[in-house]
């Protein structure tokens, strides 16, 4: 099985909690992004970075994503896609976008775009913390563990 994850906005904290999973469980990590990620000296563990462009690190997950793998990525389109193609997604606050869920939250995003659109404020998410960070580990450890 191998994890994609969507680095262009992946959080520091995440990605070290990616690193340790895939050396303490022996599975294939890719980080894909428009941007150089840093990532440790390991087989496990690789970074692909593709070029500048509106989701094109979101196409390339799109297209190398195979049924049973874990997609990380806090973006709505990107996991519906992943769905599709039968991937799990995981996104950063640690809760597991699946077919039952993930048709409620396009709608949701589309809805926040046209009031953004429309030029009312809607504000974002709060920041990341420990507790999403901990649901995070939490939530990974249970996908491994299922392997």
Known sequence: MKIWVD???CPVAMRKILYKAAIRTNTQVTLIANHSVPVPSSPLITMRQVPQGFDVADDEIVRLVEQGHLVITSDIPLASEAIDKGATVLNGRGEILDKQNIRGLL???????????????????SALGQTEIKKFADQLDRWLARL
């Open 7 to 9: 680095a262009d906005a």
């Open 107 to 125: 709608s949701m995003r589309d809805f926040m775009d046209t009031l953004r659109g429309s030029g009312i404020q809607t504000g974002g998410q």
